[in-house]
């Protein structure tokens, strides 16, 4: 990348020009006792194809460059384009496509993309930094358009039920326990809905909010009793019974709403994996003077050793899962219970499936 960094220090210091990555890690994965020829013949097949796109999707002054080493081919948008040409992020986003996509056309090869600003006048170290940066950007991209992509698929189920209900009530005549059956079932995907919709809001806000203990305190059992009214419908259908321990209400170091999702989101994937007609038991217990724990039981396969951490990363679900999901509600626990100081952990339940224990700091007694 010395072109690069010749180009770099070239600019004035105050210059910012925009950086395009694409890393190509097949090269690194050619394995065998030729992997050294074998590397070099699809390096050069690859650098052939982005040498024939670069005619048609880089214009005279951007720089196309090599780096052996780290398998990376980088783009650097020349300062001298137009300032009305140099629209990042959508000018960056929408070449790395069409250099990845050009790649992939010749080669059959997929690159991992991503982009960033650099300063101008920057160093050979500097530059590897800002090259590692703009592929933690684009992975963050990527998994961010996965992601939502879910979303919207998930959204579109339950807003489907609905309105295929709604339809059926108004263009058919229906008997009354029928039309209430269709109304009751509409509420409750309305309101799964819903609750979908809150959680992506409550991401934003922990995304947005500093870190640090939020201001608040919550009622730990008005927060349990409303949470299993809401899992009520989801527990009906599956004939779930949720039974509980009953404890001192106690004042916590989260709001009453923010815990009501939690344990909305814990008490719902309880059911949601338990057996059919099975068992959900919740309690909670003063562990000691800091924290109070709730723990959520149920009767399902359990979740394995290696999974009881990825479990809470969005869009991971584990092995034994029994329905379909995003991975949202488990990953909004953690965030949530993690950014006021408290824990989250599975274990095995005597149920013989999970059990989730959520540790949240209690508030100071007056």
Request: aromatic share 4%.
């Amino acid at each position: 990348m010395t072109s690069l960094c010749r180009l770099l220090r070239a600019q004035r210091e105050e210059e910012r020009v925009p950086l395009l990555v694409l890393r190509i890690p097949e090269i690194a994965r050619v394995g065998g006792s030729q992997r050294g020829g074998k590397e070099r013949t699809l390096a050069r097949r690859c650098l052939r194809a982005l040498s024939e796109a670069r005619t048609r999707l880089l214009r005279t002054g951007d720089v196309l460059a090599h780096d052996g080493g780290a398998h990376v081919v980088v783009a650097l948008l020349s300062p001298a384009r137009e300032r009305e040409c140099v629209a990042a992020p959508t000018d960056c986003r929408a070449t790395l496509v069409r250099l990845a996509t050009a790649l992939r056309a010749a080669t059959g090869v997929q690159a991992e993309t991503g982009w960033t600003i650099v300063p101008g006048f920057i160093g050979m170290r500097r530059l590897q930094q800002a090259v590692d940066e703009a592929l933690r950007h684009g992975a963050g991209e990527r998994e961010r358009h996965a992601f939502f992509t879910s979303i919207g698929h998930e959204l579109r189920t339950p807003l489907t039920a609905i309105r295929g209900y709604l339809e059926t009530l108004l263009d058919e005549e229906l008997d009354a326990e029928t039309s209430r059956r269709f109304l009751e079932t509409a509420q409750a995907e309305a309101a799964r809905m819903g609750r979908l919709v809150d959680g992506l809001h409550e991401l934003a806000l922990l995304d947005n909010e500093a870190r640090g203990r939020p201001e608040g305190e919550g009622d730990l059992i008005a927060a349990l009793a409303a949470a299993l009214d809401a899992v009520v419908p989801a527990a009906g259908g599956r004939r779930t019974v949720i039974s509980q321990l009953s404890w001192e209400p106690r004042r916590v170091m989260l709001s009453t709403d923010r815990l009501t999702q939690i344990l909305i989101n814990v008490v719902e994937n309880a059911v949601k994996h338990g057996r059919s007609a099975g068992k959900v038991f919740v309690s909670a217990a003063q562990l000691n003077d800091r924290y109070a724990e709730v723990r959520v039981d149920d009767d399902g396969p359990g979740v394995p050793g290696d999974e009881r951490r990825t479990v809470f990363i969005l869009e991971r679900r584990g092995v034994n899962a029994r329905s379909s999901g995003n991975g949202l509600g488990l990953a909004l626990v953690r965030l949530m219970i993690e950014r006021i100081g408290g824990e989250v952990d599975i274990e095995r339940s005597p149920l013989g499936g999970a059990r989730f224990c959520l540790r949240v700091p209690l508030a100071p007694r007056p």
